[in-house]
């Protein structure tokens, strides 16, 4: 099972946020990392967040060996 990463912005105004903790809940892999987002919306990659969710996004991989 691969590891995995979810982010949720907690301002999403497309998702409820508490269904990113449902997520991690239902996946299998001991692996798994959950962020919440304090000023993003729901396009947290182009958001005030952007760079914050690409560092994160690098060191999920990184880590990976």
Do not use: W
């Amino acid at each position: 099972v691969a590891p995995t990463l979810v982010m949720q912005p907690v301002n999403d105004e497309s998702v409820v946020p508490e269904g990113a903790k449902l997520i991690c809940e239902g996946i299998s892999s001991k692996k798994k990392e959950l962020i919440y987002l304090q000023r993003s919306s729901h396009v947290c990659t182009i958001g005030p967040e952007r760079d914050e969710v690409f560092e994160a996004i690098c060191r999920h991989i990184e880590a990976q060996g």
